[in-house]
Nanobody, 125 residues
Framework: HVQLVESGGGSVQVGGSLRLSCVAS????????MAWFRQAAGKEREGVTT????????YYSDSVKGRFTSSLDKSGNTLHLEMNNLKPDDSAMYFC???????????????????WGQGTQVTVS
């Protein structure tokens, strides 16, 4: 059973930066699609970025492309989300999620992610 714990959220001014982290425990040697989702109050959940741990293939939504960068640390246990040039529309609860994967292809944010963290709040004002 994989457990995910996010950290790094907070309040930041428009144009500022934040770095979120997601520490995974209980993972096996199999590959995973790991993703960051966000959900603002009254809005649908949005898949922000995905990363295939087997291939490194990374997807970014149009709303964050060029501003956000997802990366996996050398241990393979921590997923980071570097967020730059933050905008008020980036304010949301950010969740880390994962699902086992066998392929090397780009991970779909609409896949059924089965492991979820508790979320970390990001507020941009």
């Amino acid at each position: 059973h994989v457990q995910l714990v996010e950290s790094g959220g907070g309040s930041v001014q428009v144009g500022g930066s934040l770095r979120l982290s997601c520490v995974a425990s209980g993972a096996t040697d199999t590959g995973y699609c790991m993703a960051w989702f966000r959900q603002a109050a009254g809005k649908e959940r949005e898949g922000v970025t995905t990363l295939n741990t087997r291939s490194g293939a990374t997807y970014y939504s149009d709303s964050v492309k060029g501003r956000f960068t997802s990366s996996l640390d050398k241990s393979g246990n921590t997923l980071h989300l570097e967020m730059n040039n933050l905008k008020p529309d980036d304010s949301a609860m950010y969740f880390c999620a994962a699902v086992p994967v066998r392929s090397l292809q780009l991970c779909n944010p609409r896949s059924d992610y089965i492991y979820w963290g508790q979320g970390t709040q990001v507020t941009v004002s």
